[in-house]
Each structure stands twice: as C-alpha cells, then as structure tokens.
C-alpha cells in the first residue's frame, strides 16, 4: 500500500484547461468565491436557481439536532415534476430525454413530453394499486427506460422507491423487500446480458416465498415483458405492466411534498454482515444532483448526450443516470447490456452513433478496455466526446492518461469524482474549465462542500500527510439516515468525530483514508474498514464470511480483498472445513460449492476469485483475525509480521500447505 501511494504522490504530469474549453465553461470560479463567502446561501441559490419549487422555502439548514439534517425544510416540490413536466412546460417536449439501446440491438429514443406521459401512466397505474406516499417499492429491473419511468413515478407519488440491482441474489432481494416492507415490487421477466436472457421474476417468486415470518407485505408484482423468458404466475398479486400501465390516463397531477419528504431506500455494503438502508430525502438531494451534473460535466443541455454507464441499481445510477441527468433537461444515452457484447467495441459504437458527449464510467472499465486494446476504441469515431469521468474507485494515473489520450483523444477534460451512497452526490472533484487536473487525485472540495483529513485523534494531518476522510460541514445531498436504524446511523458515521462540548461540530466520517498532497489536493487511498471495492462495488468481508459460515460444510471463513489489475480488489476467502466433510470432498470441489453459495447468497458480483481451504486461521491473542497477513499470502507476497499472533507458526502452516 504505501509502495503504491509513494508512486502516486510522485505523479507530476498537470492538464490546465485549455482556453477554448474555459472560454463556454459553465462553471466559473465565481462559484467558489460565492460559496466561499457564504455557504448556505450559495446553497440556497442553487435550489432555487437549479428547482422549481411549489412552496419557495425560508430556511436553508436545520442543523439543530446533528447528525439529523433538514434542508429547505419549510419549502415543497414534487421530485418527478422537476425531472418531467416543467421541461416539457418551458417548451422542451420534444427534445431527447432517453436514447435507449438494448444489448440485442433494439433501440428507442423517448422525449421529455413521451417520458412525462409514461411517467403520468405508471403514477396512475401505482395509484390504482393502492401505493400513497411513504409506502416502499422495491424496483428489480434491467437497465431498461421502465427502470426509470418505474423510479419516477414512485417519486412523484411522494412514495420511497429501493432499486435493488438485478444481479443481486434472491436472498439479497428477499432481505431488502422485507427490512423496508415493500408493498409492491416492479420486476422484469427477464434482461438482456452477455448475449444471453436472464430472468428475474424467479427471484422474486423465491425472495417472497421465503420472507422469515411466512407472510409477506408485498401486495403485488408488476411485471414488465423484455426478456420473454417463461415465467410462472400467482394469480392476484402478479401483473403485468403493459396490462395495467398501457391503459391507465397519461393525466397526472404532481402534488407537492416537503423538502424532506423521503425519496429512496438504497442498500449498501458495511462493516457488519447486514446491509444499510441508506435513507435519502427529496429537496436537498435533487438540488445537489443537479448542481454537480451541471457543474461537474459542464453540461451545456441543448447540445450535449451524457452517458453515464452505472446501473440504475447502484447510487451512480440514481444521481447521474435519473435525478441529476433529468432534472437538468439533458439528453442522455442508457444501455442495456455489457460492454463486450456482441463485440468488444460496442460502447464505442454507442458513442459514435449516438454523438456522445460527456461519458461517465469507472476505473475498472477502462482497465479492461486497456487490456483488450485500444485497436477497438480506435475503429470508431470518438470526437464528439469533449468531458470524461471517473467514479467508484481510485483510478490509477497510467489509467487516467489512456482514458484521457485514447478515448479523449488527448483533448478532454477527464474528471475524478469522489462520493459515496452516504453522501449522494459528487463531493470532491475538479471542474472542468477551472481545475489544472491531476492524474490520480480526485483534487478538491467542490465550492460548498467542506472535507478535512483528520489522524486518528480528530487532529488536522495538513498538507503533505494521510489520515482518515471527514466531511466538517453538512450538505444538501447527505444521508439522513439509516432505514429503521437510527443507533447505526450516528454509530457508524457520526461517533467518531463528536468533538465534546460542541455537539454541533460532528463530523462525517467517511470510511476512506485519504493524503492531502503539498497543495491540499485530496488522493482517496481507500477504504479504512473492512468494506471491499470490487469493479467500484461496495462488498463486506463479514457479509462474505457470513454467506460462507451458512453452507454446512464451513466451520469458519474469513474473507480479503486481493488488489486485482482489473477490478481494483478482487474477494478471496480462506476457508476451514468441518472435520467430517473435509474427507468427503476435494479442496476443489469445496472450492466449487462455496464459490456457487456466496454467489447465491448475495450476487455473482461477490462470487470469490479464489477460496484456500486451510485447518487454521491466523488470529491475534483476543481472537481477531489478522486479515492483514492473508491478504499477503493472496497476493503471494511475503508474510508480514506476525508476532502479534497467538500461535506465530499458524502462517508457515497456511503457507506450506498452499505452496
Ligand atoms: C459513488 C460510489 C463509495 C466508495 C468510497 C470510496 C470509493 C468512490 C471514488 C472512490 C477513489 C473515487 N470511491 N469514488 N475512491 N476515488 N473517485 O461509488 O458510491 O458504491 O457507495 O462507494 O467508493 O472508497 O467510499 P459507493
């Protein structure tokens, strides 16, 4: 680790904007200046410049009773009105909202006025269904426009939508429909993936077939047709969408909820097994949305096509793919499937096609694009493309300069934004126009947002040291909570930093270290707990463990994240069988097994690169497990220090045995 943070902190090579890019720059460095005279009315600014509001509000932060904020509190908006009718009322109805692309090649184009009238259609039809505001909708879909209409009409209703990916398990699903009682889930029958169908609808008959108490709150399915895969029926609750959402009225009126009214339930990775509800509320979290969409991708909307690859299922997918892209009027590009089908240079088709001009991925994907070469990227014509950013995860300069030279064609601004579930929307980034870029760095604060570096004891590292990441001030886009948890929510990211005597001074603790390099600029090292970034998707190692401990043939498991070229960390667990299967079966076919159970418990995405089945664990004399020296022999380095353990030679065992 601090090998690789020495490399990165000797990255000497700088990007200033260039002057045609500053010149129509949509940020400016007033921004910073105002923001810096007076942040919350900078705040208050961008609301009502950036939102329509039914009620203007009054008051900008509550921050009475930390760490629970209220933003704007006093005002009203309706979230789906913002992204939807107030374009198509300014007279924007025909411009593109979607340009949707299936993996199969199928293709729609859906302007602001037809993705209004959806929207009004699947209110309607929710409506009908008995969903009021503040009842919960689970959304378990493929990246499909309904996966949106679905989101917005939730919204608009003033109801709590908890898009759960569909690559999640069964179980995953089971357990996220039944923490936030969903009445409703909005399923598929299947998705388009890898050139193959995947279905869906299953796992929601199996997630609520095995909800804990026998029962289940959820009233019905809606089931939308893409896949046309087989699926079976349970009469009564399940519909399908084109039977109740083609007929209903396209007429919906908005109404108006308070600022504070919650918006979505999203669920994250943690320290512990079980996933947090992450709770985000309406009117603070669309006004930052839109305001780093804007300033972030210096998005011009009559002109650009953005393209943000997340899916809708994690947070990248809720601010830049729906809230931020739409509430802003932009014209934006969705694609159904995986970058490699039918052919290796599919997005690059997508963008010469569809002239796109903002794109907006992670850094695990340009490093596989960087393996498969840059003859695919250079068969099609890029030079629309004039912003590219970065998300989920530190990316690497040698990756920045490639996604910059190859894709950008040497001329584009590329932008690292750091942010989280928690935080909602980007929080420190350059700005294109403005910023001199650093390769590697995600630089700094955006104008009214405030981080600090702080060491262990809450004291300020300063420039030129590392520590753990806070955020001193609140912001319009923060979490407002954990769902049903609000212990958790103070405990896991408020505790830390809650400077005595002055209850106001609590601080967000971020979970990642950070180093502030000799001009201040932030470099993101990583998570500080034991949560793991696989392909920029948030897993936890106890999550891991546990899905491995509840296959009968485990006595205890203990799970690392392996730094991997490609997918940033990679899982790999360690394994200790019990005595009786461990005769029965090879190491191989444990391996198999256990590989299939973590991938049924959670999601192929936590599907271990390697399990190594060994007789003991190496663990410290108060029982914990020294994951530090497990991660060397993952990574086949020398194994570290070991004295702190209780019995030293467990590591020549676990080694021998491996070698
Ligand atoms: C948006 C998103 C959050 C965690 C975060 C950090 C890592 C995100 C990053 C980054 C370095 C960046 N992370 N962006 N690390 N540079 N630009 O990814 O949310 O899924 O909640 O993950 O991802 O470790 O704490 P989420």
Redesign the pocket.
Known sequence: MSETIDSLLHEERRFPPSSDFTATSVATPALYEDAGKDRLAFWADQARELLEWSTPFTETLDWNNPPFARWFADGRLNVAYNCLDRHVLAGNGDRVAIHWEGEPGDSRSITYAELTREVMKAANALEALGIRRGDRVAIYLPMIPEAVIAMLAVARLGAIHSVVFGGFSAESLRSRIEDADAKLVITADGGWRKGKVFPLKNAVDSAIASQTDGTSTVEHVLVVRRGENDVDWTEGRDLWWHDVVDSAPDEHEAEPFEAENPLFILY?SGTTGKPKGILHTSGGYLTQCAYTHKNVFDLHPETDVFWCTADVG???GHSYVVYGPLANGATQLIYEGTPDTPHPGRWWELIEKYGVTILYTAPTAIRAFMKTGREYPQKFDLSSLRVLG??????NPEAWIWYRDIIGGGRTPVV???????TGAIMVSALPGITSAKPGS?QVPLPGISVDVLDESGNRVGNGNGGLLVVTEPWPSMLRGIWGDPERFIETYWEKFDFEGSPNRRMYL???GARLDSDGDVW?L??VDDVM?VS???LSTMEIESALVSHPIVAEAAVVGASDDTTGQAVVAFVILRAKQAEAQTAAEAEALLKAQVAEQIGAIARPRRIFIVTELPKTRSGKIMRRLLRDVAEGREVGDTTTLADTQVMNVITDKLR
């Open positions: 994250t994690w947070v990248t970065s998300v989920g995860e530190p990316i690292d934004t750091w942010w989280q579930t928690e995600a971020a979970g990642d993101i990583g998570r970034n920029g998707h948030r």
